[in-house]
C-alpha cells in the first residue's frame, strides 16, 4: 500500500498493513489530501481519524481491518458521506468512494454495486437495458449504505424497499476476511445485512435486483403554504385510495431568497406534493385530478419521464451542506388535525432555522416481508414523518458548537440556531405525534439529531429482530471495531457492548 508524504508517518502504518499487494493510500492528517477525503455531503459533522485507508477494492479493505484488529483501532466507513450520524475521533477512516464499479446482467436482471457507487451511475446503466435500480431521491446517494439502512426509494409502495431485492452481499468481516453472502451461505447475516444498518463490517459490494421500469408519470404540485391544512387534508383523503404502483409524498418548507431560485419560489413558504405512478400520462391525469381541485397552485411539474430523471421529482439540493433531522414511523392512520396542525406551525417560518418537514405514504409492498425475510423492521407504518434543519452553525470537533460552516443569517426570526438547539426543537416536533408513533427509519437519520425522536435507533426494529442483531454482532465483531456504523452496539441490546 502507498504511503502518504515521508514526514506523515504513514510510511509505518503502510509497512505494518501489507504485504505490497494492496493497492489503495494512506493519509495521516498532515497529508494534503486528507481534508478532501473526511469530507462528505453531510457538512455539519466531519470524520477526523488518525489514518485514511483510501481502499481500491476488497482486498485493500480486509488488509485495512486486520491491521485495525491487531491495533485494536475503531473503524469508520465513508463513500459519500450523506448519512453521516456519528462523528469519529481518531482510530482508522476506510474511504470507499473509488469502489465505483457497475455490473449490469440485462437477462438476470441484476446488477453487482461497489461499495462506492451513487445510484445515479446505476440509473444510467440499467436504462439502457430498460431496467431500473429502488433507487431514491437522490442520484448522489451511495448506493450500498442507502440499502444496508432498507432503501425507500421512489417506487417504493410498488416493489417494497432495496433491501428486499438484494441477492449476494460481499463483507469484510472483523476476522478481516472477504465473505460472499447469499441466503443459502449464510442465511443469519444475510438476514441481518439487508436493513440492519451496518456495523457488521465493511460491505464493499452487493447484487442487487433491478425492475423493468423505463419511464413513470409524476412530479411536483405545488401550493401555497397558507392552504397547507387545506392541502395534507385533501391528500390524506386521496391516499386512502391510491393504488400500489404510485408512491407519494408531502413536503412543506421555506425555499431561501436565493438569486438561483425561480422568482415565484423565492423566499416563499410552500407544500409540495411528489408522486411517482408506474403508468402513463392518461392514468396519472385521472387519479391526479383530486390533488388538483384541493386548491390553487403556484405551479406543478407533472409529466411522463425516463426514470432517469427522477431527480426532478423531489428536486433536492446536490451540493454539500450542514444539515440536521430525523424521523419517526407513524401507524396505519396519520395524527389528527390538531397534532398536524401543530406540526406544521412549528415548522413553518417561525422555526427557529430553515426546516423541511415532509410525510411519506408507506405502506404497499413496504408492508410485506420479502420472500426471503431480512431485518427491515417498521412494516407496520402507514407514515413516515420527516424533520429536517439546516443549522446556523456547526459543532467544533469534540462536539461543541462553532460559527464556522454557518450558511448565513437565521430562516426564522429568532437567534441562530446551531445543532443543541435544533435538537431540542426537533424533540418538540415529535413530541407533538408521540401517541401514534411507531417506530423510526435509518434512511432518514440526520446527523446527531438521530436521537431527538422520541423512538430513536433502537426503535427501528422489533425485540426480536434488535436480540438477532445483537448476537450477530457480539459474535462477529467482539471488540467493537465498526462502532461508528449506523447499526453501531450503543443502538443495539446491552448485553452487547463487550470490547467497546
Same mark, same amino acid.
Given at each position: 500500500?502507498?504511503?502518504?508524504?515521508?514526514?506523515?508517518?504513514?510510511?509505518?502504518?503502510?509497512?505494518?498493513?501489507?504485504?505490497?499487494?494492496?493497492?489503495?493510500?494512506?493519509?495521516?492528517?498532515?497529508?494534503?489530501?486528507?481534508?478532501?477525503?473526511?469530507?462528505?455531503?453531510?457538512?455539519?459533522?466531519?470524520?477526523?481519524?488518525?489514518?485514511?485507508?483510501?481502499?481500491?477494492?476488497?482486498?485493500?479493505?480486509?488488509?485495512?481491518?486486520?491491521?485495525?484488529?491487531?491495533?485494536?483501532?475503531? *473503524?469508520?466507513?465513508?463513500?459519500? &458521506?450523506?448519512?453521516?450520524?456519528?462523528?469519529? @475521533? $481518531? %482510530?482508522? !477512516? +476506510?474511504?470507499?468512494?473509488?469502489?465505483?464499479?457497475?455490473?449490469?446482467?440485462?437477462?438476470?436482471?441484476?446488477?453487482?454495486?461497489?461499495?462506492?457507487?451513487?445510484?445515479?451511475?446505476?440509473?444510467?446503466?440499467?436504462?439502457?437495458?430498460?431496467?431500473?435500480?429502488?433507487?431514491?431521491?437522490?442520484?448522489?446517494?451511495?448506493?450500498?449504505?442507502?440499502?444496508?439502512?432498507?432503501?425507500?426509494?421512489?417506487?417504493?409502495?410498488?416493489?417494497?424497499?432495496?433491501?428486499?431485492?438484494?441477492?449476494?452481499?460481499?463483507?469484510?468481516?472483523?476476522?478481516?476476511?472477504?465473505?460472499?453472502?447469499?441466503?443459502?451461505?449464510?442465511?443469519?447475516?444475510?438476514?441481518?445485512?439487508?436493513?440492519?444498518?451496518?456495523?457488521?463490517?465493511? *460491505?464493499?459490494?452487493?447484487?442487487? &435486483?433491478?425492475?423493468?421500469?423505463?419511464?413513470? @408519470? $409524476? %412530479?411536483? !404540485? +405545488?401550493?401555497?403554504?397558507?392552504?397547507?391544512?387545506?392541502?395534507?387534508?385533501?391528500?390524506?383523503?386521496?391516499?386512502?385510495?391510491?393504488?400500489?404502483?404510485?408512491?407519494?409524498?408531502?413536503?412543506?418548507?421555506?425555499?431561501?431568497?436565493?438569486?438561483?431560485?425561480?422568482?415565484?419560489?423565492?423566499?416563499?413558504?410552500?407544500?409540495?406534493?411528489?408522486?411517482?405512478?408506474?403508468?402513463?400520462?392518461?392514468?396519472?391525469?385521472?387519479?391526479?385530478?383530486?390533488?388538483?381541485?384541493?386548491?390553487?397552485?403556484?405551479?406543478?411539474?407533472?409529466?411522463?419521464?425516463?426514470?432517469?430523471?427522477?431527480?426532478?421529482?423531489?428536486?433536492?439540493?446536490?451540493?454539500?451542506?450542514?444539515?440536521?433531522?430525523?424521523?419517526?414511523?407513524?401507524?396505519?392512520?396519520?395524527?389528527?388535525?390538531?397534532?398536524?396542525?401543530?406540526?406544521?406551525?412549528?415548522?413553518?417560518?417561525?422555526?427557529?432555522?430553515?426546516?423541511?418537514?415532509?410525510?411519506?405514504?408507506?405502506?404497499?409492498?413496504?408492508?410485506?416481508?420479502?420472500?426471503?425475510?431480512?431485518?427491515?423492521?417498521?412494516?407496520?407504518?402507514?407514515?413516515?414523518?420527516?424533520?429536517?434543519?439546516?443549522?446556523?452553525?456547526?459543532?467544533?470537533?469534540?462536539?461543541?458548537?462553532?460559527?464556522?460552516?454557518?450558511?448565513?443569517?437565521?430562516?426564522?426570526?429568532?437567534?441562530?440556531?446551531?445543532?443543541?438547539?435544533?435538537?431540542?426543537?426537533?424533540?418538540?416536533?415529535?413530541?407533538?405525534?408521540?401517541?401514534?408513533?411507531?417506530?423510526?427509519?435509518?434512511?432518514?437519520?440526520?446527523?446527531?439529531?438521530?436521537?431527538?425522536?422520541?423512538?430513536?435507533?433502537?426503535?427501528?426494529?422489533?425485540?426480536?429482530?434488535?436480540?438477532?442483531?445483537?448476537?450477530?454482532?457480539?459474535?462477529?465483531?467482539?471488540?467493537?471495531?465498526?462502532?461508528?456504523?449506523?447499526?453501531?452496539?450503543?443502538?443495539?441490546?446491552?448485553?452487547?457492548?463487550?470490547?467497546?
Amino acid at each position: 500500500m502507498k504511503s502518504g508524504s515521508p514526514n506523515s508517518g504513514s510510511a509505518d502504518a503502510g509497512s505494518a498493513l501489507g504485504d505490497g499487494n494492496v493497492r489503495g493510500r494512506l493519509l495521516r492528517p498532515a497529508d494534503a489530501e486528507y481534508a478532501d477525503e473526511t469530507q462528505g455531503f453531510q457538512a455539519a459533522y466531519r470524520h477526523r481519524p488518525d489514518l485514511i485507508v483510501r481502499a481500491a477494492g476488497a482486498d485493500d479493505v480486509a488488509a485495512a481491518v486486520g491491521h485495525a484488529a491487531a491495533h485494536r483501532m475503531p *473503524v469508520a466507513v465513508q463513500a459519500t &458521506g450523506h448519512g453521516l450520524t456519528s462523528p469519529q @475521533h $481518531g %482510530g482508522m !477512516l +476506510i474511504s470507499t468512494r473509488r469502489m465505483s464499479e457497475v455490473r449490469v446482467d440485462p437477462g438476470a436482471r441484476t446488477a453487482w454495486i461497489g461499495a462506492g457507487v451513487r445510484w445515479g451511475r446505476v440509473v444510467e446503466q440499467a436504462a439502457r437495458y430498460g431496467l431500473a435500480p429502488l433507487s431514491g431521491s437522490g442520484p448522489g446517494v451511495g448506493a450500498v449504505s442507502y440499502t444496508l439502512n432498507g432503501g425507500v426509494g421512489l417506487l417504493a409502495r410498488e416493489f417494497g424497499y432495496a433491501a428486499d431485492h438484494v441477492r449476494v452481499v460481499e463483507i469484510v468481516t472483523a476476522d478481516a476476511r472477504v465473505r460472499h453472502v447469499t441466503a443459502d451461505r449464510d442465511p443469519e447475516l444475510f438476514w441481518a445485512l439487508r436493513g440492519g444498518g451496518g456495523g457488521l463490517g465493511v *460491505v464493499t459490494g452487493m447484487e442487487i &435486483g433491478l425492475m423493468p421500469v423505463e419511464r413513470f @408519470h $409524476g %412530479g411536483q !404540485l +405545488i401550493y401555497d403554504g397558507g392552504s397547507a391544512g387545506e392541502v395534507l387534508e385533501a391528500w390524506r383523503e386521496w391516499t386512502a385510495t391510491a393504488p400500489e404502483r404510485l408512491t407519494s409524498s408531502l413536503t412543506l418548507m421555506r425555499y431561501p431568497d436565493l438569486p438561483v431560485l425561480p422568482g415565484h419560489l423565492r423566499g416563499r413558504h410552500v407544500v409540495q406534493i411528489q408522486l411517482v405512478l408506474d403508468g402513463g400520462e392518461a392514468e396519472g391525469e385521472r387519479l391526479v385530478a383530486p390533488l388538483r381541485a384541493a386548491g390553487p397552485r403556484i405551479s406543478e411539474t407533472l409529466r411522463t419521464m425516463p426514470y432517469g430523471e427522477g431527480a426532478s421529482v423531489y428536486n433536492e439540493p446536490d451540493q454539500p451542506h450542514p444539515y440536521q433531522g430525523a424521523n419517526v414511523l407513524l401507524g396505519e392512520r396519520l395524527p389528527d388535525r390538531a397534532a398536524l396542525d401543530s406540526v406544521v406551525e412549528l415548522t413553518g417560518p417561525s422555526a427557529p432555522a430553515m426546516t423541511v418537514l415532509n410525510l411519506r405514504h408507506m405502506g404497499g409492498a413496504l408492508s410485506r416481508e420479502p420472500a426471503v425475510p431480512n431485518a427491515v423492521g417498521g412494516r407496520d407504518a402507514g407514515w413516515l414523518m420527516t424533520v429536517l434543519s439546516v443549522p446556523d452553525a456547526v459543532e467544533g470537533p469534540e462536539g461543541s458548537e462553532g460559527s464556522e460552516g454557518s450558511e448565513g443569517e437565521a430562516s426564522g426570526p429568532s437567534a441562530p440556531a446551531g445543532p443543541r438547539e435544533l435538537r431540542l426543537h426537533h424533540q418538540r416536533v415529535f413530541g407533538e405525534v408521540a401517541p401514534w408513533t411507531v417506530g423510526t427509519n435509518l434512511n432518514f437519520r440526520y446527523g446527531r439529531s438521530a436521537g431527538a425522536a422520541p423512538h430513536a435507533a433502537r426503535a427501528a426494529y422489533p425485540a426480536e429482530a434488535r436480540r438477532r442483531l445483537a448476537e450477530l454482532k457480539a459474535s462477529l465483531d467482539p471488540l467493537n471495531l465498526f462502532r461508528f456504523q449506523q447499526g453501531r452496539l450503543e443502538d443495539a441490546e446491552p448485553e452487547a457492548r463487550q470490547g467497546a
